[in-house]
């Protein structure tokens, strides 16, 4: 399962892509607006980074003019031409999927995003999605299971042979995580928060401490000096 940063934040983005784990980023307008930056201006700095990075990153930038389908394929044509890793981000609306189906055919990567059900990932599809987005925690917020969208739509999508990628958004937690990751989602996009706590588990740290300790204890009874590795 590929794993993108669901975040605008510039620092957050370096400090994952230092780990070599993250495979892409989405934002939204809510993220983008959370930083405080012009909506260009930062996909270009997100974009940039991912220049640098030499990786094949993925960049997800929503649309914000939603009034219609014509507006938002102006506005996805705009997006995709500003960098080659962009994927344009549009709601799972008539319009929004009418776009889709415009842009796909201009062979410009599409993610349908705002995506609460199986029939809205098969319109996703049948637009020539690159990407659908179903949100797992927001339905959980309103007491449906945001998991089991997700394996309803793995289903549907492996019965057809259906190319479009599931990329779970909306992750709340490191066991949606590994939810996304048992039910077969291509991507699971996560906050910065999350993926720290992935790495986390008490044993590791615990195991940690007692190798040092048990390694320091011994060398210091021992002839064994602590070897420099530095050359
Ligand atoms: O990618 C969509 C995601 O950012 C939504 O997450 O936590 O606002 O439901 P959330």
């Known amino acids: 399962m590929e794993l993108f940063l ?3 934040k510039v620092e957050e983005i370096k400090a994952g892509l230092e780990t070599g784990c993250i495979d892409g980023v989405t934002t939204n307008p809510t993220l983008i607006s959370e930083c405080g930056k012009k909506f260009e201006a930062t996909i270009m ?3 940039e980074l991912v220049k640098e990075s030499n990786v094949k990153w993925i960049v997800n930038a929503e649309v914000t003019q939603v009034e219609s389908s014509t507006a938002m394929i102006t ?3 705009y997006l995709s031409k500003l960098h080659q890793n962009i994927v344009v981000k549009l ?3 008539i319009e929004g999927i ?3 189906s415009c842009l796909a055919r201009k062979n410009i990567r599409t993610n349908v995003t705002l995506c609460f059900s199986v029939n809205q990932a098969l319109l996703a599809a049948k637009s020539g999605a690159s990407y659908v987005s179903p949100f797992v925690g927001r339905l ?3 007491g449906e299971n945001g998991t089991e ?4 739509i793995r289903i549907a999508y492996n019965n057809y042979k259906i190319n479009t990628k599931i990329l779970a958004a909306s992750i709340r937690s490191p066991f949606h995580v590994s939810a996304m990751a048992l039910i077969g989602a291509d991507v699971a996009t996560i ?3 999350i993926f720290e706590k992935m790495f986390k588990h008490p044993l590791t740290d615990n195991g940690m401490m007692r190798f040092k300790s048990d390694w320091e204890t011994f060398t210091a009874r021992s002839e064994i000096k602590q070897v420099n590795f530095t050359r």
Do not use: V
């Open 75 to 77: 506005q996805g044509i």
């Open 6 to 8: 669901d975040t605008a």
């Open 149 to 152: 969208l997700i394996k309803q």
């Open 98 to 100: 009418t776009a889709a």
């Open 140 to 142: 959980d917020d309103i």
């Open 191 to 193: 906050p910065f928060s």
């Open 91 to 93: 709601p799972a609306t």
């Open 45 to 47: 700095e997100i974009a």
